[in-house]
């Protein structure tokens, strides 16, 4: 036996735990805490009043809504459940008392919830692409029927998905082996990876399939998207320079669908390049923590940071959704203020505009 074993066998098991798994509750938990907390309330409150004013309004059920209400679901899932898990873990690392149960449903629950949103927000692009650059084909590829059948398929698609990585995870217990005997700490279960290189191997796959191709997809498709609405600008423009100052019911009509078009697409691109800033530390962390060198201190300090950041961006994205809307859709400001806000004079003006709108075009407006 050399000096090491023997000084580890001195060692009480509170100290043991601490030289093998590191600290029990993590050094910059406070801080942490606080921000995940304005996350959570900015994020509840947001989220839910998305899936209010999709649901309780007739206006706002569109094709391209019925997407952000699915996103808006998985962001909540993330919040309500995800988020609790995780600054408990960060509270007490060890040992897991949720049991074997437990481990499962925590990997199930992020993996679902990290394919379904990836998968939303490509299908919402696609969806976005056909009612540019395809106008013709809305009305079949676009229904509301049609959205509700993608959605369910995406959704069992990503649980489908998610089951690989899940059966990998598992209860493990802690033990201590010396040359008499093997000394075990069953009080102190740890929900662990166990085939640690199927996971590897998972998480990659994981990292290319469900995050470089659909954003490389989602960049290509809003090039076209912008290709095409520059050239509808540049064909307006001549169309108007032609006309000396009169102008169509049809071109104006055109010109209105071609504004509401423009204004939809934007904040729709601002949300894939925030979604894909937020993800991108989650998945970064997933591959350093799969490809690091565990015994490297060095490798080790900067993961803690890398982690540290990932959790805040990937909560962050679950967050920051409803204030886009409210930002860059006026449809979205109107009806956040008409629910929240009951005055009877505000909400009757508010309410004969909203019809008057409605009835230009329902589906083409978010």
């Known amino acids: ?49 998305t899936c209010a004013v999709i649901l309780r309004y007739r206006v706002m059920r569109t094709p391209t809504n019925y997407y952000l209400l699915s996103l808006a679901v998985s962001d909540l899932l993330v919040l309500l ?13 060890y040992p897991f008392l949720f049991g074997e149960g437990g481990c499962y449903f925590k990997t199930f629950l992020f993996e679902t919830v990290c394919f379904a949103s990836i998968l939303n927000v490509t299908a919402l692009s696609v969806e976005r692409y056909v ?27 990503s649980m489908l998905c998610a089951a690989p990585n899940t059966s990998l995870q598992g209860i493990v217990v802690l033990h201590y082996e010396s040359l008499s005997e093997t ?10 990876v166990k085939p640690t290189w199927i996971y590897n191997l998972i ?31 540049v064909v307006m423009a001549a169309d108007n320079n032609s006309s000396f100052g009169s102008e169509s019911v049809s071109t104006s009509h055109q010109r209105r669908l071609s504004k509401r078009n423009l204004q939809v697409t934007k904040m729709l691109c601002v949300l894939v390049v925030v979604f894909g800033l937020c993800w991108a530390p989650f998945h970064l962390d997933r591959l350093a923590w799969s490809y690091m060198n565990e015994t490297s201190e060095e490798h080790n300090r900067i993961f803690e940071h890398v982690h540290i950041i990932s959790g805040v961006c990937f909560y962050l994205s679950s967050a920051i959704n409803p204030i886009l809307y409210n930002l ?39």
Not at 131 to 157: D, E, Q, S, Y
């Open 131 to 157: 009612a540019v650059v395809h106008p013709l084909k809305v009305k079949h590829m676009t229904t509301r029927a049609h959205v509700k059948r993608v959605i369910f398929t995406l959704w069992g698609l």
């Open 328 to 366: 860059m859709s006026t449809r979205f400001r109107e009806m956040f203020s008409h629910i929240t806000c009951y005055s009877s004079s505000w909400s009757s003006r508010s309410s004969s505009q909203v019809t008057q709108r409605s009835t230009l075009s329902l589906k083409k407006w978010t």
């Open 81 to 93: 459940l995800g988020m609790p898990l995780e600054l408990y873990e960060m509270w007490q690392n």
């Open 203 to 233: 998480i990659l796959i994981s990292t290319v399939v469900f995050f470089l191709l659909p954003m490389l997809i989602i960049s290509i498709l809003y090039l076209l998207i912008g290709l095409r609405l520059h050239r509808e600008r």
């Open 183 to 192: 000394i075990q700490f069953p009080s102190k279960p740890l929900c662990l």
């Open 1 to 49: 036996m050399n000096p090491e074993q023997l000084d580890e066998m001195c060692l009480n098991v509170t100290y043991y735990l601490a030289v093998h798994l590191g600290m029990s509750r993590s050094p910059v938990f406070l801080p942490v805490c606080i921000t995940y907390l304005t996350i959570f309330m900015v994020g509840v409150l947001g989220n839910s009043l």
